[in-house]
């Protein structure tokens, strides 16, 4: 296997989008996008995705290798030096970075404006197409991954539960055939989750009013 196909293996490199939705070329290219047109809809080479959990892992490992430490545990407070968990111990840190979602809007300030937006999305262990071009249509997406495809995703405003939709579900595989016929027989597995969010959408980076904290939060679904 070539190393542009196991990258691929891990990242969706295009996008298809149904003529029917008239999306302009020349809109798209004002927007610094590189598209070119298909009888099926638009292709674009700069639209594509990180497998969350293998990137995820790989970054652990580079903190790891590097003389990190990973420890994992809630964090109910920050105070002057040390953040603060929920069992009652405490880190010492110099610096801290708040790269929490929507459970994290209590730890500073700036954090208050959080808005959670629900999403569910189906993922189909081990089956759907392992690689090639993410497809996007008015309804959703599908992004192939390594270990099986990806379909998605609800977007519900001001929601912060994590129960399964049934309705849900059952909009989000009907998308999936209709993008991937073979995954008519297949069995996804549900996922919910709560992206965090500003008022403006725009996310919260930069220095906290706190000292010594900075923020990375308010991603969307940019986030992880």
Known sequence: MSASKGLSAMIGRA???PSSARISIKALAAQGACTDATREGLFTPDD??????????????????????V??????????????????????ADAVILACGFGGKTLCPELAILEPIKGQLLRFDGQ??????????????LAPGRDGAVVGAT???????????PEATLRLKAEAVRLAPNLAWATPRPLSGIRATSPGGLPLVGPSVQSGVWLAAGARRKGW
């Open 155 to 165: 977007m519900e405003p001001g929601r912060d539960d994590l129960d399964i939709d």
């Open 128 to 141: 759907g197409p392992h690689d090639g071009p993410i497809l996007r249509a008015q309804a959703g997406y």
């Open 15 to 17: 996008i298809s989008i």
């Open 48 to 69: 594509w995705r990180l497998e969350p959990r293998l990137a995820l892992a790989a970054m652990r490992r580079g903190l790891i290798d590097r003389g990190g430490v």
């Open 71 to 92: 420890v994992q545990a809630r964090v109910d407070r920050l105070e002057p030096g040390a953040l603060i968990l929920a069992g009652g111990d405490s880190l010492a």
